[in-house]
C-alpha cells in the first residue's frame, strides 16, 4: 500500500496490518474497497502531525496570546478577540 510508506517507520506494520483487515472485511460490511483506501490516504497524510514525538509550533491566535501570557489576562485577551473576530466575519457571510 501507498499509504504505508507516508507514515512513520515506526508505526507502518501496524498501520499497514489495519488497514489490509479493513480491506478484506469491508465487502462484508457493505464499503467499497476504495473508501479504505482513501481513509488510509488520508489518515497517512495526517499521520506526521499526530505522531507524539513531533511537537509543532502554535499558529494565529494562540501564538500570540501565548507570548503575551506573562501579561495578566493576556491568552484569554487574544483568544476572546480572535472567537468575537470570526464571529463577525461569520456574521457577514451569512446572508
Not at 465487502?27 to 488510509?40: D, K, R, T
Not at 499558529?59 to 506573562?70: D, E, N
Request: charged content about 15%; cysteine-free.
Amino acid at each position: 500500500m501507498i499509504a504505508t510508506r507516508l507514515v512513520p517507520a515506526g508505526r507502518r506494520a501496524v498501520l499497514r496490518e489495519q488497514w489490509l483487515a479493513d480491506l478484506r472485511d469491508a465487502a462484508e460490511l457493505g464499503i467499497p474497497p476504495h473508501q479504505i483506501s482513501l481513509g488510509a490516504l488520508r489518515a497517512s497524510a495526517t499521520a506526521r502531525t499526530h505522531d507524539p514525538g513531533v511537537a509543532m509550533l502554535p499558529i494565529g491566535p494562540l501564538a500570540l496570546g501565548l507570548r503575551l501570557g506573562h501579561r495578566r489576562g493576556g491568552v484569554a485577551l487574544v483568544v476572546a478577540f480572535a472567537a468575537l473576530l470570526l464571529i463577525g466575519i461569520g456574521l457577514l457571510l451569512v446572508p
